[in-house]
């Protein structure tokens, strides 16, 4: 086989997966380790690749990668609506007590399905934080939610309070349940997204909630940003809409993380 029907399998594979290694194309392809690190090297070259350990991921898969909320609400859309309604089982009409709701478009999914809350007979209204802008305008007019904001600098890119205003109002609630996005979740580096100070944010969410969710779509497993918010052990439930892989399974089981899968 040559080097250019090589790397357009290469490309096949990571357009399907979005991650291959050395040794398993090594295998498939009938060739050496050193031949298929050759091939990644010219790939990444131009740009159509990112070399990581043991193998490659997708270009876009860069640690500091990040879309606007505006960019990411039409991706992945119909398994974020599955995650939310998983997610709202969590919220029943009997629910008695406070949600925080992370920024980001998959937490926006959830707040959508929140707008239409109802408590059941004698149930106080739910009282949701947040610290996204859009979420924050979703709610605010329901009258069976009691919406509070965190306040701080906002982030354009994702519509995220940040900062130490932010930071010192985590500090002073301790809200039931916090449903957190994440840009990746993987077995050895945990929950990670792109920005420090975001970072910071999602790990007060995590430290200060009775109760530590994590909504992620599958197109996020085993994958890792830049900066980690929370070790796997750190949260309680994560809810995707696929079976995570079997490294990331096993270490979700060995973590006591609650997997529900949408």
């Known amino acids: 086989m040559y080097a ?11 357009a399907r997966t979005g991650r291959v290694s050395v040794a398993g194309l090594a295998d498939e392809l009938d060739v050496t380790a050193e031949t298929i690190r050759r091939d990644l090297d010219a790939l990444e070259r131009v740009g159509r690749l990112r070399r990581v350990h043991g193998g490659a991921v997708s270009a876009g898969r ?5 879309t606007t909320v505006l960019e990411r609400t039409g991706q992945q859309s119909e398994a974020k609506r599955a995650i939310a309604h998983e997610a709202m089982a969590l919220v029943p009409p009997t629910f008695t007590g406070s949600i925080l709701l992370d920024a980001g478009t998959t ?13 059941a007979p004698n ?9 996204s802008v859009p979420i924050a305008a979703l709610l605010h007019g329901s009258r069976d ?15 995220a309070a940040v900062g130490p205003s932010a930071m010192a109002q985590l500090a002073e609630i301790r809200p039931d349940i916090a449903f957190i ?8 580096f945990g929950l990670s997204t792109p920005d420090e100070l975001e970072a910071q944010v ?14 992620v779509d599958s197109s996020k497993h085993d994958d890792e940003a830049l900066q980690r918010f929370a070790a796997l052990d750190e949260v309680d439930v994560l809810i995707t809409d696929a079976p995570p892989g079997p490294a990331l399974a096993v270490a979700l089981d060995e973590a006591e993380v609650e997997v529900r899968v949408a």
């Open 4 to 14: 250019m029907e090589r790397q357009e399998h290469i490309l096949d594979a990571l």
């Open 62 to 66: 860069a640690s500091l990668t990040e």
């Open 107 to 119: 937490t926006g999914a959830l707040a959508e399905a929140l707008a239409d809350w109802k408590p």
């Open 123 to 131: 149930t106080p209204p739910l009282t949701v934080y947040t610290n």
């Open 145 to 159: 939610l009691v919406v509070r904001i965190i306040g701080g600098t906002i982030r354009g890119i994702t519509s």
């Open 181 to 188: 996005g994440s840009n990746g979740v993987s077995a050895e």
């Open 202 to 215: 999602k790990q007060a969410m995590v430290d200060r909630a009775r109760l530590a969710v994590v909504l």
